[in-house]
C-alpha cells in the first residue's frame, strides 16, 4: 500500500492550497481516509476525515469551515482543499487510511500513512 501526498508549499496568510493523496495497493473504496499535521515541534493532529463513499466527513474545529476534504474514487485519491489559510496551519501534513466504515481523529484508526506534504503558511 502507498499513499503518495502532494501539494504542499509556501503561501500567504488567507491563501489557499489543494492537497492531494493518490492512493495504490489498496480498495480504495472500501477505505475511510484522514488527513493528520504535525507543526515543528508539536504532536501530531487530526484535521479531518472522510468515509468510505464520501458522504461523511468530519473535521477538526480548528478548521471547521475552512477545509474540505473531499475524494474522487475513479482516482484512488483523496483531497484536502484548505482556505482562508492561517500561520497556525503550517505543519506537515499526512494523510492517511483507515480499514473498516468509521470516522476516527485517533490515528491509531488508520492503517497505513503517507510520507507527508509541508504546508507553510506566512504572514
Known amino acids: 500500500v502507498q499513499l503518495q501526498a502532494s501539494g504542499g508549499g509556501l503561501v500567504q496568510a488567507g491563501g489557499s492550497l489543494r492537497l492531494s493523496c493518490a492512493a495504490s495497493g489498496l480498495i480504495f473504496s472500501r477505505w475511510s481516509m484522514g488527513w493528520f499535521r504535525q507543526p515543528s515541534g508539536k504532536e501530531r493532529e487530526f484535521v479531518a476525515a472522510?468515509?468510505?463513499?464520501?458522504?461523511?466527513?468530519y473535521y477538526a474545529d480548528s478548521v471547521k469551515g475552512r477545509f474540505t476534504i473531499s475524494r474522487d474514487i475513479s482516482k484512488n485519491t483523496v483531497y484536502l482543499q484548505m482556505n482562508s489559510l492561517k500561520r497556525e496551519d503550517t505543519a506537515v501534513y499526512y494523510c492517511?487510511?483507515?480499514?473498516?466504515?468509521?470516522?476516527?481523529?485517533?490515528?491509531?484508526?488508520?492503517?497505513?500513512w503517507g510520507q507527508g506534504t509541508l504546508v507553510t503558511v506566512s504572514s
Open positions: 472522510i468515509s468510505w463513499g464520501g458522504g461523511e466527513t
Open positions: 492517511a487510511a483507515a480499514s473498516g466504515g468509521g470516522l476516527s481523529k485517533l490515528g491509531r484508526a488508520y492503517n497505513y
